[in-house]
Nanobody, 122 residues
Framework: QVQLVESGGGLVQAGGSLRLSCAASGRTFSTYAMGWFRQAPGKEREFVAGINRSGSTTAYADSVKGRFTISRDNAKNTVYLQMNSPKPEDTAVYYC???????????????WGQGTQVTVSS
């Protein structure tokens, strides 16, 4: 089984920056496309960003494009989400995910992390 553990969440002021990390173990990291999803209280989980196996292709939700950047370091079995200029509406639990395809918002990941809370204050 693939294990995914998120870290780096916390409280950040609007206009600041935050970097989330997701460490993977159990299988060869480069086998999977990776992505980030988020879920706010009372709302559905939504796609945030995705990256292919090599890191050469990325995709973003319109709401975060230009502000967030997804990247991966296969040597470290880690995927990142750099959050620049976060807004209060970005407040949510952020989940790392792995699957065969992760560059479309309708994708169904095979594995999920437990999530990390991100709170953006104004």
């Amino acid at each position: 089984q693939v294990q995914l553990v998120e870290s780096g969440g916390g409280l950040v002021q609007a206009g600041g920056s935050l970097r989330l990390s997701c460490a993977a173990s159990g299988r060869t990291f480069s086998t999977y496309a990776m992505g980030w999803f988020r879920q706010a209280p009372g709302k559905e989980r939504e796609f945030v960003a995705g990256i292919n196996r090599s890191g050469s292709t990325t995709a973003y939700a319109d709401s975060v494009k230009g502000r967030f950047t997804i990247s991966r370091d296969n040597a470290k079995n880690t995927v990142y989400l750099q959050m620049n200029s976060p807004k209060p509406e970005d407040t949510a639990v952020y989940y790392c995910a792995a699957g065969p395809v992760m560059v479309v918002p309708t994708t169904r990941p095979d594995y999920w992390g437990q999530g990390t809370q991100v709170t953006v204050s104004s």
